[in-house]
């Protein structure tokens, strides 16, 4: 059409200089300069040809350019380029005006008969790139410059002008690479890639060098941020870089000398674009060069090979025609795998992943063991893979690399340790890839976990032993590096602990295990960080090199283990690191500090040996050295104690400082008096001669007055120490009943303590040298330290007191009684006391409060609500939370609080259960929370067992409801954290942790069995006990009713599945306990939840206890029979509930002397339910038919034979069904369902089947698997000796699980996934063939379309009358992949429809679209007609053409009709052809898209067999 447009002009005046002026008057517009373009290159044209004018054209030419299109672009300078992502109206108008005019000027300068107007234009338009930068205005300048060179560039002289050439080359690459920080924007960079770079590289090898040598220059491609525009570059000059095949004529690369096969830079940054870059497009543009180096190594047929590189191993890239077709399969393969990961599709991906398995076959030589392709390639995947957003693809990526070395012996390589260092250990940080597989019970070790051991046990083997050792430190440095969580580290240490001995690490090893064992700390998760400290421990004896080390530097890093969470005394981790001590005694290296005062380590060593040599050798050494030490330290007692009494009753300890010498003393007493205690105590030993005085000495300090004077610095620190000593002596005697006098008369420290000051502060003292009291105040934490710890150890003080005392007596009549002002002053306490010594307070309050709730509900009241925000305020802190917490429930929930406030029902009662209701919130977030509460008041119920406490005990029923139904739905990782603490823990002692570490049993399976086992205790001839579990039943009916009620969603393994579970799991241990009277009352209830649409588990539950309900009481089997009566919409969901129980009729009857008319009516129901038509119905009442009829037989009831031929011809037809359709598979797997089969709803009756065995096989989730083990585990609560624990003789435990009606789903689902490699894969196509499709956007589609290699048809389709966003996005799509030359559209706004582009995807963007409204459809088919189009009709008529005959013309434009009215009768007229569809099937039509799909493949396959048959 331009040409015509220029042929048109050329008619009306031969002149050029009149035809361009006349264009180049008037206003500037893009069209104005487009068709001056169009013009100048049919002049270029015919000027080609001879036919030209000779003398004006040239002159004409410069006019133009100098005195139009130069002006013109400078105009543009100033104005803003605006955006690449998102152009504006102007900023398009802008762009289309460069372009035009930058090809106009290239015409212009070739019109023109010299180099002068080019090289004059060059060098312009340099100095304005120079220029430009990042201010606003500058980057038009950029734009235009880039313009303005990419058009003359070609027309330089490639000799004359190579220095131009040169210095455009290194302005454009400077700006493209980023290296001047202060350029113009990354638009312009990207212009100057995408246009600039390869108008260059058409200029001949001097520009072309300079640009190879700056892309390539080193550290280029070592900066992240430079890869992606090196890649740009490199893939725009790609076909100049790398050799041509079958070229006439030399080409670029070669006269410049370059092949960028050979250049290992280029690899490595075509590696880095593969594997680290996080553009999707860069990474494309790295696929796309790689692709063209293996497409002209095997056009060219000739051996190649890449320079060597940095280090070691063979070339990054190397080709040899006698291994043409391995290589081609090789690449073929790795380039389908990095396109394939671009996706995030996994099933998609997963059949190409054995694709890998044969690249490491074909990169490792068979003969000599050494690699023949370069493992960086095979590295770039798996980072792709680690890198994914796709979690289940980074868990196959780091599974698949760690089983490298299962299969095969790989050749060292530096590359692969380095990647084990970085990527690998970095993905490996992510706690979700530890998770079990689908299948795995809990606690069952993680898979990956256990390949990643393997792995590094495996991979240190084959490393050279000059290697290993820094491999080593570096893999242990970079655990350090970073934050772990606690799995991660937890698996890494594992893996390190089972590397087989060797003298790997020295000192600097030592320190890097140290990190990593602080690193571990910091981790919530007790168990975790104690297992990780474990193995940590371990490695460090397997890899520590003893020569390398001193004994110093051992118990360096043994001061970082902890011993209350790893290395316990006693344990096998323990005796191994005595054992490995011991053995390697005499080989540590000797520490600096000791050989320069002149000792040797090993002399201490050897005195020790010698001194317990005779015991070592025995098997009870430990026990005989520790009498040895014990008799030794109790020799010492009576000097040791004196000192001590001494130093704290002297005024000997008269600074800040000494106050920590001073509890070091209290605690060495503390031991001396356990020590004698574990001995046998005696009244004569030294230790009771310090005691008393102690306390004499500690009253009177405390009793000194100080008759108004100022209290000294050492006056006070006396008293301080005098009251934790008086502290210390009352905890040990509270602890130790048998220290106390035998007089139960209070003494002097009762009659001191209960007259003492409560909350009384130590004042600030005053010293004579200030700066002396301050320098010491300094060395501790402070004067508020000291105050609070006095005040602390007064409340341990009165603890005691209160303990020892049963009543607190008034001061004197008419004053407040003393046990409301301690109390009150508890709450003082609890406002001025750090959180972390708030516990006596606590003590004191669980004494106080029973004595004053009756008078002082208020005043308890207040309490309870103070000590609440202490332990909310604490619920983050692991160490101290625990035990204040332990002690605030036995504050509040004690058995005598309860009591009382259940009998007064007033504001405290409330407050209670307020309280109960907010710990069972928090144990949502906390785990262990609500275990502590349950199991301090059911063991506080079950203790005395009595009327009274079971009768208080249903006030607070609700209690026991939500324990019996507790249990959150953990998130993953916290579901992770659980099933990792059951691995540690199943591993029992052979992890020391699990021996130190005192099991707290905070899972929350504990608060349901400490309810289980609770309710398993009372005895239902107890009245109170009878009482409370009907409550308890009632609540847990209705609370059953009432999440069935609920709106939220219901769904397999949901909260409510779990909650109404456990609700029928609580019926089932309490069914037993239940008499017919109650029964009766709760009947209709159990009957109406078979009514409702259950999940699996509890159908089955359901019907166990109606089983067990009319085994035991057959009174009520009337009301079953009235089941059957209901509407059938209420049954149609339901009614297998009640055939599976009337399958276990036997059972049921099982203790019915007169069984006739119960089998009778059971079969009159049954039959009328076999022939329903739903097709489950039928199978359970056949089922229930069939066992029925068997008992009927059995007794030979004559009244039923008549009935005889029928069933058992029924019964027949069915067991003889023939065919493999589903009915007989489903008939089949009903009969084998374990529920009809092995369970026996007597014999499997207890906790196991229960909790343990019945939701396995129903499908439930892991998490609400509760082994029995846990029950005997957990010894707070006595079991009830008569209640059942062991299965039957039914093995229902060696089932497996599965419901019979999704048996056969998934059954052949592995099969495929067991092929060593698919024999087809999904494979994406990408449009290029010749060049990258994203350099050239803002080209003419036609021009697009050149570049990417892309056919262009003369076919339009015209879709105008079609309305639906979906048929035009999927019109728009197919018409770009067959590649129509027009889309049609009644409205071009619809593009921007989510529906229209969710079907297209981005076709838009690569396809013309026009314009064309329904009432203009006739001007333009008869415009389309004059161009010389055949005007096709989808549509059927009486004169319609088969689509089979239809020959389509090369130029046809096809019209598609409206989805509901077709083509209207006015534009059938204006067709040439109507073309309609052969069909076989009913339906007259399809759809429009599909149609138009049909025709257009029509239409393209015959061009492709025209075009075959012209080539041929």
């Known amino acids: 059409m331009e040409w015509v447009l220029a042929d048109a002009l050329l008619s009306q005046s031969r002149d050029p200089r009149v035809l361009l002026g006349a264009l180049c008057r008037g206003e500037v517009s893009a069209e104005r300069v487009e068709t001056l373009c169009f013009l100048l290159q049919r002049l270029e044209d015919e000027e080609a040809r001879g036919g030209g004018g000779a003398g004006a054209l040239p002159e004409a030419a410069r006019e133009v350019a100098a005195g139009y299109l130069v002006p013109l672009l400078r105009g543009l300078r100033g104005c803003p380029a605006g955006g690449a992502d998102d152009p504006g109206p102007a900023a398009r108008q802008r762009r289309r005006v460069l372009r035009a005019a930058g090809a106009a000027l290239r015409s212009c300068a070739r019109l023109a008969g010299g180099p002068q107007l080019a090289a004059a234009l060059a060098e312009e338009a340099l100095c304005d790139l120079l220029n430009a930068g990042p201010a606003p205005g500058l980057e038009g300048a950029a734009e235009a410059a880039v313009e303005v060179l990419a058009a003359v560039g070609p027309c330089l002289r490639p000799r004359e002008d190579a220095p131009l050439l040169e210095r455009v080359a290194r302005a454009a690459l400077a700006l493209a690479l980023g290296g001047d920080k202060a350029g113009p924007s990354p638009d312009a960079a990207a212009l100057v890639a995408g246009r600039l770079l390869p108008a260059l590289g058409r200029c001949g090898g001097a520009a072309l060098r300079v640009v190879w040598g700056g892309l390539v220059a080193p550290g280029v491609s070592e900066e992240p941020g430079r890869v992606g525009s090196q890649l740009l570059i490199l893939s725009a000059l790609a076909e100049k870089l790398l050799p041509e095949p079958g070229a006439d004529s030399v080409p670029a690369a070669r006269e410049a000398g370059l092949d960028a096969r050979r250049c290992w830079r280029f690899w490595s940054a075509v590696q880095a674009g593969l594997a680290w870059s996080e553009d999707a497009l860069t990474r494309k543009r790295a696929r796309y060069l790689l692709q063209r180096a293996v497409e002209v190594s095997a056009e060219l047929g000739t051996d190649c090979a890449c320079a060597p590189g940095e280090g070691p191993g063979p070339s990054l890239f190397w080709w ?95 590359e692969i340790s380095e990647f ?133 530097d051992i118990s360096t890093f043994l001061m970082s283990v ?236 009165l603890s005691f007191l209160l303990r020892k005392c049963d009543t607190l007596t008034p001061a004197s009549e008419g004053e407040v009684p003393v046990a409301v002002r301690t109390l009150q002053s508890a709450r003082e306490a609890l406002t001025v006391l750090p959180s972390e010594q708030v516990l006596p307070v606590l003590h004191c309050m669980k004494i106080l409060v029973p004595k004053l709730l009756t ?261 009520f089997l009337p009301k079953f029979w009235n089941c059957f009566s209901y509407g059938e919409e209420n049954l149609k969901t339901s009614i297998c509930t009640f055939l599976s129980v009337l399958s276990h009729l036997d059972i049921i009857t099982e203790n019915i002397l007169e069984k006739k008319l119960i089998l009778k009516q059971a079969l009159i129901i049954v039959l009328q339910w076999c022939f329903n038509h739903n097709f489950s119905i039928r199978l359970y009442a056949l089922v229930a038919l069939k066992k029925i009829w068997s008992m009927c037989k059995g007794l030979r009831i004559e009244e039923l034979e008549a009935l005889t031929s029928v069933i058992e011809s029924s019964l027949s037809q069915v067991e003889n069904m023939h065919g493999a359709g589903s009915a007989k598979k489903n008939w089949r797997r009903i009969q084998e369902h374990f529920f009809f089969t092995a369970f026996h709803p007597l014999k499997d009756y207890c906790l196991e089947t229960i909790f343990y065995i019945l939701p396995r096989l129903s499908g439930l989730i892991e998490d609400e698997w509760i082994a029995i083990g846990k029950f005997t585990r957990f010894t707070d609560i006595p079991l009830d000796a008569g209640f059942q624990w062991c299965l039957s003789t039914t093995q229902l435990c060696e089932l497996k699980p599965g419901d019979w009606s999704q048996q056969d789903v998934g059954s052949n689902s592995g099969e495929a996934d067991n092929q060593s490699e698919w024999t087809d894969v999904q494979k994406k196509i990408i449009p290029w063939k010749n060049h990258v499709p994203d350099l050239d956007l803002e080209l003419v589609f036609q021009d697009r379309a050149a570049k990417l290699g892309k056919s262009i048809s003369r076919l339009i389709v015209v879709a105008s009358l079609i309305d639906k966003p979906t048929n035009l996005g999927g019109l728009c799509r197919t018409c770009e992949v067959f590649g129509a030359a027009a889309l049609v559209m009644g409205n071009l706004q619809c593009v921007r429809d989510k529906q229209f582009q969710h079907l297209s995807v981005s076709a838009e963007q690569w396809l013309p679209l026009v314009e064309v409204k329904p009432p203009q459809l006739i001007d333009y088919l008869q415009q389309k007609k004059a161009e010389g189009y055949t005007i096709v009709g989808v549509e059927q008529t009486a004169k319609s053409l088969d689509l089979t005959r239809y020959c389509f013309p090369e130029k046809s434009l096809l019209l598609l009709g409206n989805e509901r009215e077709g083509i209207p009768a006015n534009l059938i007229q204006q067709l040439d052809v109507c073309v309609e569809i052969p069909q076989q099937g009913i339906i007259r039509s399809l759809n429009v898209h599909v149609s138009g799909a049909l025709l257009i493949w029509e239409y393209t396959r015959q061009q492709l067999l025209k075009q075959g048959g012209s080539t041929a």
């Not at 076959?361 to 068979?366: F, H, K, L």
């Not at 390639?377 to 299962?406: A, D, P, Q």
């Not at 706690?431 to 070790?445: A, D, E, M, N």
């Open 320 to 414: 040899s025609e006698k291994k043409k077709d391995e290589l081609l399969k090789f690449w073929e393969n790795y380039i389908l795998i990095m396109e394939t990961l671009e996706g995030n599709q996994i099933h998609v991906i997963m059949p190409v992943l054995p694709k890998l398995n044969s690249l490491f076959e074909y990169a490792v030589s068979e003969e000599n063991g050494c690699w023949l392709f370069h493992p960086s390639w095979h590295l770039c995947i798996y980072k792709r893979m680690f890198e994914s957003e796709n979690k289940i693809l980074t868990k196959e990526g780091v599974t698949h690399f760690l089983e490298l070395y299962e299969t095969r012996i790989l050749p060292f390589s530096p």
């Open 855 to 1115: 008078t002082s509900e208020s005043l308890c009241i207040e309490s309870f609500d103070m000590a609440w925000k202490i332990i909310a305020s604490l619920s983050n802190t692991q160490l101290i939370f625990w035990s204040n917490f332990k002690a605030f429930v036995q504050f509040v929930f004690d058995p005598k609080v309860l009591t009382i406030a259940a009998k007064m029902k007033g504001q405290a009662y409330f407050k209670i259960k307020e309280i109960m209701y907010r710990i069972i919130e928090m144990s949502a977030i906390k785990t262990g929370v609500f275990n502590i509460l349950i199991s301090y008041c059911c063991r506080s119920w079950v203790v005395s067992a009595s009327n009274v406490s079971l009768s208080i005990a249903k006030n607070y029923s609700e209690l026991v409801l939500e324990a019996c139904i507790f249990g959150t739905v953990f998130r993953r990782d916290q579901r992770l954290i659980q099933d990792v603490q059951t691995f540690i823990e199943n591993l029992g002692h052979e992890c020391a942790a699990n021996v130190v570490i005192e099991n707290t049993k905070r899972e929350d399976h504990y608060v349901r069995i400490c309810a289980v086992k609770f309710l398993c205790l009372l005895d239902g001839s107890n009245m109170s006990h009878k009482l409370f579990m009907e409550d308890l039943a009632i609540k847990l009916l209705d609370k059953d009713e009432l999440v069935s009620k609920s709106r939220t969603r219901y769904y397999v393994n949901s909260q409510q599945h779990r909650v109404k579970n456990r609700i029928w799991q609580i019926l089932l241990v309490l069914f037993p306990k239940f008499d017919q009277n109650f029964l009766n009352k709760i009947i209709d209830k159990i009957f109406q939840a078979g009514f409702i649409n259950n999940q699996a588990s509890i159908k089955y539950f359901i019907e166990w206890i109606i089983i067990l309900i009319l085994h035991k009481f057959p009174q």
């Open 562 to 797: 902890r011993q209350e969470e790893s290395l316990g005394r006693g344990t096998s981790l323990w005796m191994e690191l005595c054992d490995w001590l011991r053995i390697n005694e005499s080989y540590f290296k000797q520490s600096s500090t000791c050989s320069s005062i002149g000792l040797h380590e090993t002399s201490l060593n050897a005195y020790v040996r010698n001194l317990v040599q005779e015991y070592i050798r025995s098997p009870a050494w430990e026990d005989e050295v520790f009498t040895l030490l014990q008799n030794f330290i109790m020799s010492t007692t009576e000097s040791i104690s004196e000192f001590i009494l001494r130093r704290l009753t002297m005024n000997e300890l008269s600074t800040v400082s000494d106050l920590d010498r001073c509890h070091l003393y209290l605690m060495v007493l503390t031991e001396l008096i356990n020590l004698h205690l574990n001995v046998g105590w005696k009244r004569g030993n030294p230790i009771w001669r310090v005691i008393s005085p102690l306390k004499n000495a500690s009253i009177r300090h405390l009793q000194e007055m100080d008759h108004g004077q100022e209290p000294t610095l050492g006056r006070q620190m006396q008293r301080a120490a005098s009251m934790a000593a008086l502290a210390m002596v009352c905890e040990v005697l509270s602890q130790k009943p048998e220290l106390q006098p035998d007089s139960l008369d209070a003494g002097p420290p009762e009659m001191f303590i209960s007259s003492l000051q409560l909350n009384q502060t130590l004042q600030k003292p005053h010293t004579e040298g200030e700066s002396s009291f301050f320098e010491e105040s300094s060395s501790s934490q402070g004067w508020g330290k000291i105050v609070a710890q006095y005040i602390h150890d007064q409340w341990v003080c």
């Open 420 to 552: 084990i260092i970085g990527p690998l250990m970095d993905a490996l940080s992510e706690s979700s890839l530890y998770s079990r597989s689908p299948g795995q019970l809990i606690g069952s070790v993680s898979p990956l976990g256990l390949k990643l051991q393997k792995f590094l046990v495996t991979y240190i083997s084959f490393l050279p032993e000059e290697i290993k050792s820094s491999f080593l430190l570096k893999f242990i440095q970079r655990m350090t590096s970073r934050h772990w969580c606690a799995v991660p580290i937890l698996f890494l240490s594992k893996a390190l602990a089972n590397i087989p001995r060797c003298k790997a690490l020295g000192i600097e090893g030592l320190l890097a295990l140290r990190d990593v064992l602080q690193c571990t700390m910091i981790t919530h998760q007790i168990l975790l960080r104690g297992a990780a400290q474990c193995y940590l421990l371990q490695a460090t004896m397997n890899l520590v090199d003893v020569e390398k080390v001193s004994l110093s």
